[in-house]
């Protein structure tokens, strides 16, 4: 979510590295492992020692040159410095350090480089249903996407908001973090209350919601962050229609044509 070193108690990493692990990706469901073929990462404290403390696996993957390890973190590693190392059978990585922190929201963005466009539905009212935000109207591979709207309810995904012991490990948690910290949605410079801002029924992953109000900026790249306890994420992005009428959202100059190719990550020369 943000490519960034430092990690959030309960929330989702991923170690990059080489001889990881075996050739191969292999995915685990709840209750995950801390251990699979020799493989784990550990964190163990800096200074004061004791014991190290090995994170949940969420999947092992080794194919085409990519060789990395998504975790979850235990919400139960005190907040400090902390040694990670990656064990593969008796192969240990050299250490390197990283600060465990008590929030650190990042959103997931669609081409997971953590900026650029957010991964964000809009909630369809009058179908009850829900469409990826995007910079035009359409569907690809099943799935509905079209520009938000002003008005509209939106569901932003991330990690980090902070540490949920009995959801880390457990099929589909749920807790409203917004009930004990002060967390907001900017939207192109706009403070957004939240109506829920907490696990999104998958351990480590967040979801927060938010209803754009009518007098929203709009455009194809409005910012947007979330602040928690005055901690912003990093910036991203989402597509706003000018009107609830509106099949695409308006970049002056530009055709929908052109938009559509920029949606399916064409370029404009």
Do not use: H, W
């Amino acid at each position: 979510a943000s490519n960034t070193p430092n990690i959030a108690q309960g929330s989702i990493f991923i170690v990059k590295g080489s001889n990881l692990s075996a050739s191969g990706y292999t995915p685990f469901a709840p209750p995950r492992p801390t251990v699979s073929s020799g493989v784990k990462v550990t964190f163990t404290p800096v200074s004061g020692g004791g014991a190290g403390t090995d994170a949940y696996l969420v999947y092992l993957y080794n194919q085409s040159g990519v060789n990395q390890i998504a975790c979850i973190l235990p919400s139960t590693v005190a907040v400090g410095s902390y040694n990670v190392t990656a064990t593969n059978g008796t192969a240990v990585s050299a250490p390197f350090v990283a600060q465990v922190v008590a929030n650190k929201i990042g959103l997931f963005t669609q081409d997971s480089s953590g900026t650029g466009l957010a991964s964000v539905q809009n909630y369809i009212v009058s179908s009850a249903a829900y469409d990826l935000n995007r910079l035009t109207t359409g569907s690809v591979s099943g799935i509905t996407y079209s520009p938000a709207k002003p008005g509209q309810v939106m569901v932003a995904y991330g990690t980090g908001l902070g540490a949920f012991a009995a959801g880390d490990n457990t099929a589909s948690p749920a807790f409203d973090f917004s009930k004990t910290l002060t967390i907001q949605a900017i939207v192109g410079g706009v403070n957004i209350p939240v109506a829920y801002a907490g696990r999104a029924g998958y351990a480590g992953e967040d979801q927060i919601n938010f209803t754009l109000p009518a007098n929203i900026p709009t455009g194809c790249a409005v910012t947007l962050q979330i602040s928690v306890n005055g901690k912003l994420s990093a910036p991203t992005s989402i597509s706003i229609a000018p009107d609830a009428g509106s099949s695409a959202c308006v970049i002056p100059g530009y055709t929908l044509a052109q938009l559509q190719k920029l949606d399916q990550g064409g370029t404009i020369t």
